[in-house]
């Protein structure tokens, strides 16, 4: 009986202390000194301010304080939020990737802060730095639930520095309130920090997160009060001109190209929580480039957005519908389009605007508006792009959001069908987040409209996902309309009805190398309802995952596939092989093995092997990675994708290699030079992309680039270039 009543009385007392850390607070004191951000705080004022302390363990468990504690403190003034940090650890052996700006966390020290500025638990600004005094800023959309929410592509100007002791390390940051964008008059913001320490192993946070949620989720924060309420933003306008210089060599074609080019971006504040981007010309030549991949499917491969225009609240334009399978949004369409070979190639774009941020409380709004241009001897139209997107919170964290696309050329071309004049799509979808995170979902309706449109023009779906410690239950359902349409989204195939579940059971041991482990079963069906509701797809996998102490990770599965071809395919893309027949249905079984050694080592790697059956043959694969860190200058990796194809005779079968090295080397905070090399022998190429950025002043840059592809059979040149790009944010 004393025993049950000792459980009952610490189950209690656990309670009452996880719910009086959910609602910790502290308060910034307004001050009218200044502050110099060198990392050194030794200014007299920071005696003065109250701290954020008192860190929870995240990893390896989350039911401890921290070992080794950070201290908080935070001042204002009219103008900027200065931050001082306090980090303590086990010595001086900091692991960084490197002296590079917007660097990953999960892999080095450092430490990074989350302000949700409209209290809303759905959107965040992410402010972080490292031992080293490296920055990095970014967002949080959609309340922080999955990788997709996050990106550290946003840039704002900001300063801060750090300094090395022997146990710990301090850092002082000056973030102007122009940086935010905040109601005005607001007196208090949601507050959350979290923490990696390669030395002592530990992840932690200023709030408490239980570790079935993500370490940058928006659930559980704390508050920071201010002593007396915001201003109003005043935020400068930005003008960001560029100019370009490009000599390029068609090899293949026999062309070359000298060129000079100019525009560049402007950013207009309007009150303290909208923003209006313009850009005129723009030029993304210094943009990284895309990591190539091995494509086995029927399917187009959806990469990520890295222009810098497309970033800033890009959730409002690109979380509407099913990200996999029927994305009405995807803004890497714009600037991109096929010639008459059906070849991918760049468009111009002539210029637009971009609006977008909150209107009230509750309400937030997206515009955007891109003009491409026309390349008549590739048949392709001037098109304008257009989409609108409004966003009601309701209840706690949930919303209802709206949308209208419009994708139009702007005047009548001879090699223009009637059919692809216009697309346009009008959608509303639900989303829903449960205030403690353990509910999240989705439900839409989606419809287009084009030249000769019908009922079949339709697209609708619903997700609902249960996340708790030791459960997490997950459903999805897609519909896509025969003659569904989207020109500027993402779909990778219409006419199908798709059912998605998965349940896992995680287990989480008290004691051993094992930080916990888990069992997961995921059906999948797909139906084509234009053809009776023929069942074209299914596969059935079993997944077992485990999380060590040391931060290595290991899973294995075993999936079995089937798989009903409409039309012909080959999935080897060999030029003389024989397609696979169509109309015809394929079983195939495989099995499966990852393992991901600790990212906290100078050296580390992943492999993935596969083997097993694949359509009516049989496929070998390895997929696999290194890293090597030569602190702080140089950051190596090595990635590579072996596929092993034998089908039967007289089909085709291909031995597939995708190489990719890639090297980063930082000669200082300011001077990059990365080079990424990719070999593929499926896509015929080997491109070298080699990027030298100096960022001379506060987001003004000088790149050289230099691109160079060949042809892998006969090592002959197909296409080189270089660019010389300088730009220069100028605040007036």
């Not at 860190?55 to 204002?76: C, G, H, R």
């Not at 850092?171 to 935010?180: C, G, K, N, Q, R």
């Not at 943009?287 to 499917?297: F, G, I, R, S």
């Not at 991918?344 to 891109?370: A, C, D, H």
Request: negative net charge; glycine residues 6%; aromatic residues 16%.
């Amino acid at each position: 009986m004393l025993r049950i009543f000792c459980c009952l009385l610490l189950a209690v007392v656990s309670f009452n202390l996880y719910g009086q850390d959910s609602y910790k607070s502290f308060t910034v004191r307004y001050i009218d000194e200044t502050i110099t951000p060198d990392g050194v705080m030794d200014e007299p004022i920071w005696f003065a301010a109250e701290s954020a302390r008192d860190f929870w363990e995240y990893f390896p468990v989350d039911s401890i304080q921290a070992v080794k504690q950070t201290d908080i403190k935070m001042l204002y003034d009219d103008k900027n939020l200065y931050v001082g940090i306090t980090v303590y650890t086990a010595g001086r052996d900091y692991a960084v990737e490197s002296l590079k700006r917007d660097f990953r966390a999960g892999n080095s020290d450092n430490i990074t802060l989350l302000f949700d500025t409209f209290n809303d638990g759905n959107n965040a600004f992410l402010f972080g730095t490292n031992p080293y005094g490296v920055r990095r800023e970014g967002l949080v959309s959609g309340g922080g639930l999955g990788n997709g929410d996050f990106t550290i592509s946003w840039d704002v100007k900001w300063k801060g520095d750090s300094r090395i002791y022997d146990d710990y390390y301090t850092a002082e940051m000056v973030i102007p309130l122009t940086s935010f964008k905040f109601r005005e008059g607001e007196t208090k913001w949601r507050f959350n920090s979290y923490r990696f320490d390669t030395q002592s192993n530990e992840n932690s946070t200023w709030v408490r997160i239980p570790q079935n949620q993500n370490i940058f989720g928006l659930t559980f924060m704390g508050d920071m009060i201010f002593e007396k309420p915001l201003g109003r933003s005043r935020t400068p306008l930005a003008i960001i001109p560029y100019i370009n210089y490009l000599s390029a060599t068609d090899f293949e074609n026999e062309s070359s190209l000298n060129d000079f080019k100019f525009g560049g971006d402007a950013k207009v504040s309007i009150g303290n929580s909208m923003n209006l981007d313009i850009t005129v010309n723009p030029d993304f030549s210094q943009v990284e480039v895309d990591d190539q991949v091995t494509n086995l499917t029927r399917f187009e491969i959806g990469l990520p957005e890295k222009r810098q225009f497309f970033i800033d609240n890009i959730d409002l334009f690109a979380s509407f519908g099913d990200s996999r399978d029927s994305n009405p949004f995807f803004s890497r369409r714009i600037g991109i389009a096929q010639d008459t070979a059906g070849n991918t190639i760049e468009n111009n774009i002539i210029g637009g605007v971009r609006l977008s941020g909150k209107l009230n409380n509750r309400l937030r709004l997206g515009f955007l508006n891109l003009q491409t241009e026309a390349d008549e001897a590739n048949e392709i139209a001037s098109n304008n792009n257009m989409m609108l997107a409004l966003q009601q919170q309701v209840f706690s964290r949930s919303n209802i959001g709206f949308f209208f696309i419009n994708r139009q050329a702007t005047q009548d071309y001879d090699f223009l069908a009637e059919e692809d004049r216009y697309n346009r799509v009008l959608g509303i979808d639900y989303n829903l987040i449960s205030e403690d995170n353990v509910w999240n979902g989705s439900f839409f309706l989606h419809k287009s409209f084009e030249p000769g449109g019908s009922l079949e023009d339709l697209s609708s779906g619903m997700r609902l996902e249960y996340n708790s410690r030791y459960w997490n239950f997950f459903s999805k359902a897609v519909f896509v309309g025969e003659d569904y349409q989207s020109d500027l989204g993402f779909v990778r195939r219409t006419d199908i009805f798709k059912s998605f579940v998965s349940a896992r059971r995680i287990f989480w041991p008290k004691k051993g190398i094992v930080q916990n482990h888990s069992i997961r079963l995921v059906p999948s069906y797909t139906w084509t309802p234009g053809n009776d509701f023929q069942n074209t797809d299914y596969s059935t996998r079993v997944d077992w995952e485990v999380n060590f102490n040391d931060q290595s990770e290991a899973r294995a599965s075993f999936s079995h596939r089937y798989t009903y071809l409409l039309e012909e395919f080959d999935p080897t893309r060999s030029d003389d092989a024989i397609p696979l027949p169509g109309e015809q249905g394929y079983y195939y079984n495989s099995v499966d093995f990852r393992y991901s050694s600790d990212r906290r080592r100078i050296f580390s790697y992943s492999v993935s092997p596969t083997v097993g059956r694949f359509f009516n043959g049989d496929r070998f694969s390895v997929e696999g990675r290194m890293t090597l860190r030569i602190q702080p200058k140089a950051f190596v990796t090595m990635s590579f994708n072996y596929d092993q194809i034998e089908l039967p005779e007289p089909y085709g079968s291909a031995n597939i290699w995708l190489i990719s090295p890639k090297f980063d080397l930082t000669f200082s905070k300011s001077l990059f030079w990365s080079t990424l090399i990719q070999y593929s022998n499926q896509r015929d190429n080997l491109g070298i992309n080699s990027r030298l950025q100096w960022r001379f002043a506060p987001l003004s840059d000088l790149f050289l680039v230099y691109n160079d592809n060949y042809f892998v059979n006969s090592f002959m040149p197909k296409l080189r270039s270089i660019n010389l790009k300088l730009t220069y944010w100028l605040n007036i």
